[in-house]
Nanobody, 120 residues
Framework: QVQLVESGGGLVQAGGALRLSCAAS????????MNWYRQAPGKQRELVAT???????NYADSVKGRFAISRDNAKNMVFLQMNSLKPEDTAVYYC??????????????WGQGIQVTVSS
């Protein structure tokens, strides 16, 4: 069984920065692809950043130039560096990671979600 645990959220003033981490534990062969999503109150969950297996990155227009997705394959961790935060970035953030398991099958898992609050 694979588990993802997120950390790094919290309260920050507008213009500040946070780095979200998503740590995987369990029987994993490798990270195949990863995404970060967010869901603000009363809104649908939206895709914020993605890094497919090829390694290229894509971002929502609302965060482009401010957020950066990255990973540490050796530690089975994924990150979301968030700079120049705005009040509209306030949301619960979720990591979603597609793993290759030891039997070479692919399986996706969600983190538990972590609150990010940006004050004006």
């Amino acid at each position: 069984q694979v588990q993802l645990v997120e950390s790094g959220g919290g309260l920050v003033q507008a213009g500040g920065a946070l780095r979200l981490s998503c740590a995987a534990s369990g029987s994993i062969f490798s990270i195949n692809a990863m995404n970060w999503y967010r869901q603000a109150p009363g809104k649908q969950r939206e895709l914020v950043a993605t890094m497919p297996s090829g390694g290229s990155t894509n971002y929502a227009d609302s965060v482009k130039g401010r957020f950066a997705i990255s990973r540490d394959n050796a530690k089975n961790m994924v990150f979301l560096q968030m700079n120049s935060l705005k009040p509209e970035d306030t949301a619960v953030y979720y990591c979603y990671v597609l793993f290759q398991l030891p039997n070479r099958s692919l399986a996706g898992y969600w983190g538990q979600g972590i609150q990010v609050t940006v004050s004006s």
